[in-house]
């Protein structure tokens, strides 16, 4: 069973400055990593998915990078309505098997 | 617009059975994997099951294999979970899923969830 593990738990930046999440898998899923928005009350946002492209109508200051066991959200120039929580997810082609992260929260500094 | 709307949930005691629904629109339904995820109160997200765009492949999180099954009409444009032998842990926001694409098997479009409270 693959783990994912993101850090850190919460992190503190200032609107306009630009923040670097983490998520780390237990073993290489080659480039099989989502990102996912969560606003209070609200469902799940797919903001990326491939690591690296980013899904339909996400803003470009939103980008995924890495591959195999290190993954990195870099969201750049921060917006209030930035400032929530981030989960990823690590997705298996066959059998299909989905495992999120324990979400990284976003706060303002 | 892709629209899911879940619908079903409710309290019910340890031990019992429950069944949500998901109505489609908006999108070819027959077309498309289904997913259902869910959240339990302040926690994070858990996938639970996928279906298949025509019901010939199911796969379910190990939490709730055996327990719970997901099925689907693609005449009622509805996805469907039946969980028996609820538990406590089982309590959460059950939200739907679509695919981002016919051969991208990511969830990408979600309803609104509805909570599922086991309690006795």
């Known amino acids: ?4 593990t993101q850090s850190p738990a919460t992190l503190s930046v200032s609107p306009g400055g630009k923040a670097t999440l983490s998520c780390r898998a237990s073993q290489s899923v080659i480039s099989n990593l989502a990102w996912y928005q969560q606003k209070p009350g609200q469902a799940p946002r797919l903001l990326i998915f491939g690591a690296s492209t980013r899904a339909t109508g996400i803003p470009a200051r939103f980008s995924g990078s890495g591959s195999g066991t290190e993954f990195t959200l870099t969201i750049s120039s ?4 930035d400032f929530t929580v981030y989960y990823c997810q690590h ?7 989905y495992t999120f992260g324990q979400g990284t929260k976003l706060e303002i500094k | 617009q892709v629209q899911l709307v879940e619908s079903g949930g409710g309290v019910v005691q340890p031990g019992r059975s429950l069944r949500l629904s998901c109505a489609a629109s908006g999108f070819t339904f027959s077309s498309y994997s289904m997913h259902w995820v869910r959240q ?8 639970v099951a996928i279906i298949s765009f ?6 379910y999180a190990d939490s709730v294999k055996g327990r719970f099954t997901i099925s689907r009409d693609n005449s009622r444009n509805t996805l469907y979970l039946q969980m028996n032998s609820l538990r406590v842990e089982d309590t959460a926001v059950y939200y739907c899923a679509r695919d981002l694409a016919v051969v991208i098997a990511i969830p990408a479009y979600w309803g609104q ?3 599922v409270t086991v309690s006795s």
């Open chain 1, 1 to 4: 069973e693959i783990v994912m």
């Open chain 1, 78 to 81: 921060l917006q209030s309505e």
């Open chain 1, 91 to 97: 997705y298996n082609n066959w059998p299909p098997l």
């Open chain 2, 40 to 47: 339990a109160p302040g926690k994070g997200l858990e996938w």
């Open chain 2, 54 to 59: 025509d019901g010939s492949y199911k796969y």
């Open chain 2, 113 to 115: 969830g509805t909570l």
